[in-house]
């Protein structure tokens, strides 16, 4: 059983679409990480989000921590084919992370 | 900077043998963990190395094991490989600042692990 689950498992959408991915969990984090994985790739760090109802944002991509710590969302404007590829949240607690099971994303030109 | 380096990239092994996985850690990170990811998975915590001493570990069996050396640097061993063990083995470094600083993980490529 996944402390993390995320949603949707699997995403396509055409090139130019806006999309949302959720991250949820009865638990609580001292801090969220997403992470993109690449096939045959390790996961590599997107943004970490401490602060219960932060919102960061790196070009397309924003992340948002929801205001209790246990929920967190990746919303992508104008999605490109660049964009495909596994989306994981991770939560910390201490010096532990629990990842959630994955979004994987397909983004067609 | 030297990022996380793993090796081998791909194994395949017998059920019943053992494995031994590498990691080199990322320069100036003191802390090391593993995880193990099953196809269209997120990836499972199998155990962490702080100082040359395991620091936490996931719901895996004792024939799991791991090392840490002075340099940081880890070592995985599987023993009497079952066919479930085929995986991605990731291997991730970071630097331990305490646990009221939010924990940030570097990942090398992975090893993929097959047991016929």
């Known amino acids: 059983t996944q402390l993390l689950e995320q949603s949707p498992q699997f995403l396509s959408i055409q090139e130019g679409e806006n999309l949302t991915v959720y991250c949820n969990s009865s638990s609580v984090f001292s801090s969220l990480q997403w992470y993109r994985q690449e096939p045959g790739e390790g996961p590599v760090l997107l943004v970490t989000v401490v602060t219960g109802g932060e919102v960061k944002k790196l070009k397309r991509l924003t992340f948002q921590f929801g205001d209790a710590r246990k929920d967190s969302s990746l919303h992508i404007t104008a999605a490109q084919p660049g964009d495909t590829g596994l989306y994981l949240c991770a939560g910390g607690k201490g010096n532990m992370l629990t990842f959630g099971g994955g979004t994987r994303l397909m983004v067609k030109p | 900077e030297t990022g996380v380096t793993q090796s081998p990239t791909h194994l395949i092994k017998t059920r019943g043998q053992q494995v031994t996985l590498r990691c080199s850690s990322q320069?100036?990170?003191?802390?090391v963990s593993w995880y193990q990811q099953a196809l269209g998975q997120g990836p499972q915590f199998i155990f962490q190395?702080?100082?040359?001493?395991?620091?936490g570990r996931g719901n895996f069996p004792p024939r799991f094991s791991g090392l840490q050396f002075p340099n940081y640097s880890s070592e995985l061993n599987v023993n009497a490989l079952e066919l479930d063990d085929s995986a991605l083995y990731l291997c991730?470094?970071?630097?331990?600042?305490?646990?009221?600083?939010?924990?940030?993980?570097?990942f090398g490529p992975g090893t993929r692990l097959t047991v016929t």
């Open positions: 190395y702080y100082r040359e001493e395991e620091n």
């Open positions: 991730a470094s970071s630097l331990q600042r305490g646990l009221a600083a939010p924990y940030e993980q570097y």
């Open positions: 320069s100036g990170h003191n802390t």
